[in-house]
């Protein structure tokens, strides 16, 4: 998912046997993954099924008021049928999956790279990436040569988000998003995740009415994000292309609109054709002189010069260029010492489809490894 929203930059995520899912925002595509182990067991269902707030499931959304108002808004600014759209949403579900699966990971657990990493470079996603790759191999030579983001960047996109296609999600979008535009769970950023969760609704409805289909056909992951690279709703309307010529974005149906889709969304958040991604760095430790730690969390941007990073303490490889801007990218590894990376701008342009650090290296990694692989 390429969003908007503050996912941090903390991709901790790990959740139960039972839901193993990414700490997700809803980046332009909220990009969680819904992995439910295989072996779940019915009993599990049994029991979710007996808890009394599964009634929800049935709740009428248009007797919220916040519902109302939001129908009136859309009636006002878009011009939509008030009849229809309380009829829409007499049909759309409240989902409590979808609300459990966005509550962030439990306090507590020490982030590790190590561990995040080998969920998504693993053989799995490897071989499936080298399919990927030879099958559409035109279509990815084709977005490199346009957009100049290189084939592999677009296959560990992909690889990471939905495993090429096989993880797409079968939650109804719409159930999704308004269940979590109007129930969000109680955190510190429910306000602006309810609202970024409205603006979802909105373009799913916006974005059914322009391509005149039913919006209950459109589905996604629990948090609404769509198809084989996982766009929310917004995303598709502003960064998404017909890259197969048929006239129409279809990235449920299309992997090849989706290769088009997803180059072009990082060229829109600041990629560089030609340019490099990322540099390994080391962290003086010795104690005193050097801050390198205030450039720590500085937000998702390459803004620092070689030589303020250098006289903070930061020792870049040999070789990384001095003309060019960074950012300190830190990868937390439990236990284990934290592994630092210098990125421009080109890594930074990753971290805006799905804002984390973890994310953004594990799709360089997995791009690596399948390129290696072919
Ligand atoms: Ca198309």
Redesign the pocket.
């Known amino acids: 998912m390429p969003m908007i929203f503050s996912k941090s930059p903390k991709l901790s995520i790990y959740m139960s046997a039972l839901l193993l899912a990414f700490a997700t925002t809803a980046c332009a595509s909220a990009k969680k993954e819904e992995t439910r182990s295989a072996g779940e067991p019915a009993s599990s269902a049994k029991k979710v099924a007996s808890k009394p707030e599964d009634l929800s499931e049935f709740a009428n959304f248009t007797q919220w008021k916040e519902v109302v108002d939001f129908i009136d808004r859309m009636v006002a600014e878009h011009g939509f049928d008030r009849t229809e759209l309380e009829s829409i949403f007499k049909n759309v579900k409240y989902v409590e999956t979808t609300i459990q699966l966005i509550k962030p990971a439990p306090p507590g657990r020490p982030k590790n790279w190590a561990a995040y990493r080998a969920r998504f470079v693993d053989p799995t996603r490897i071989n499936a990436g080298v399919a990927f790759w030879n099958t559409y191999a035109d279509a990815l030579a084709r977005a490199e040569e346009q957009y100049g983001v290189p084939a592999e960047i677009i296959v560990g996109i992909i690889g990471v988000e939905t495993i090429y296609g096989r993880n797409t999600g079968n939650f109804r979008v719409l159930d999704a998003v308004t269940t979590l535009a109007f129930d969000y769970p109680d955190t510190p950023t429910r306000a602006a995740r309810m609202k970024f969760f409205r603006g979802e609704i909105e373009n799913t409805l916006l974005f059914a009415r322009e391509n005149d289909i039913d919006p209950f056909t459109l589905l996604g992951s629990y948090a609404g994000a769509i198809g084989w690279p996982q766009f929310m709703p917004s995303s598709i309307r502003n960064f998404a292309i017909?890259?197969?010529?048929?006239?129409?974005?279809?990235l449920s149906s299309?992997p090849?609109?989706a290769i088009g889709s997803v180059a072009h969304f990082l060229v829109k958040h600041g990629w560089k054709r030609g340019e490099p991604i990322v540099f390994p760095a080391a962290v003086s430790t010795s104690e005193g002189s050097v801050h390198w730690d205030a450039f720590i969390s500085k937000g998702l941007e390459a803004k620092y010069k070689l030589e303020e990073l250098k006289a903070a303490g930061v020792s870049p490889r040999s070789g990384t260029p001095a003309d060019m801007m960074f950012g300190l990218v830190d990868l937390q590894n439990g236990e284990d010492p934290t592994e630092y990376w210098l990125g421009t701008e080109n890594f930074f342009a990753i971290t805006k489809y799905n804002r984390s650090y973890f994310y953004a290296m594990s799709v360089i990694d997995l791009g690596r490894a399948v390129r290696t692989a072919r």
Request: net charge negative; proline share 0%; charged share 40%.
């Open positions: 017909d890259f197969d010529g048929d006239g129409k974005i279809n299309s090849v609109d």
